[in-house]
């Protein structure tokens, strides 16, 4: 059974670009979170999405960032006009719909803009 | 308010034994996790308490008093291989599942 998936693995954008990141969760997981780790701090929530619904998105900046997980597909967290301080890790992590009490986490994507 | 605390830091000898403590103050819980971050890796779960007491997993437990708003990570034996961070994390109540986050404890093992 893969593990959660998360791709690019590093992506590099200048300011004003969009990063697309995506996450594959396991097989059998229906449930996603986007956390996000600043150098040196702890990781934040983001976002919770179950297919095709976004459950609590209080994590989130109201601007440019937008998150999704399609019926079929990867979920997708966008952020539009990336500015320097995008600059982050982005972890996916993935949970089934029963035994809800591990998230099993990707390896992250970590983005740098320039 | 929500808070959780944890040391920044902390050094330990090879096969000792080392309690990482972890202190929360959050508008509800609904279960404390302790996950392990290697540098540049994802976290990995490591315990889950949601009742009094104490779990134990082979060389690692970890205790929660909700009344008192702490939790510890104990690791027995330790091996180099268990330098990392370790993680606190709350989970409110509610239907959401998401988690707060402590800062992390960083652990040195040391020959």
């Known amino acids: 059974n893969a593990g959660v998936m998360q791709n690019p693995r590093h992506l590099v954008r200048r300011r004003g670009q969009e990063a697309r990141l995506r996450c594959s969760p396991m097989?059998?997981?229906?449930?996603v979170y986007w956390y996000r780790q600043l150098p040196e701090e702890g990781l934040k929530f983001m976002v919770y999405?179950?297919?095709?619904?976004?459950?609590?998105e209080s994590g989130m900046p109201k601007e440019r960032f937008s998150a999704e997980f399609p019926k079929e597909g990867p979920s997708i967290l966008r952020i539009q006009q990336v500015v320097r301080g995008d600059s982050a890790a982005y972890f996916c992590?993935?949970?089934?719909?029963?035994?809800?009490?591990?998230?099993?986490f990707g390896p992250g994507t970590r983005l740098t803009v320039t | 308010g929500q808070n959780i605390d944890q040391p920044t830091e902390m050094t330990a000898t090879e096969g000792a034994i080392v309690q990482i403590n972890c202190t929360y103050q959050?508008?509800?819980?609904?279960?404390l996790f302790w996950y392990q971050q290697h540098a540049g890796e994802a976290p990995t779960f490591l315990s889950y308490?949601?009742l009094d007491g104490l779990e134990e997993k082979g060389r690692f437990s970890s205790f929660l008093s909700r009344s008192k708003g702490y939790s510890y990570l104990l690791l027995k034996e330790l091996q180099m291989k268990d330098s990392a961070s370790y993680l606190c994390?709350?989970?409110?109540?509610?239907?959401?599942?998401?988690?707060?986050w402590g800062l992390g404890t960083s652990l040195a093992v040391n020959p």
């Open positions: 992590a993935s949970s089934p719909p029963v035994h809800e009490n591990e998230q099993y």
């Open positions: 097989k059998g997981h229906s449930h």
């Open positions: 999405l179950q297919k095709e619904n976004i459950i609590d």
């Open positions: 959050t508008s509800g819980f609904n279960g």
């Open positions: 308490n949601v």
């Open positions: 994390a709350v989970r409110e109540t509610g239907n959401n599942r998401k988690l707060i």
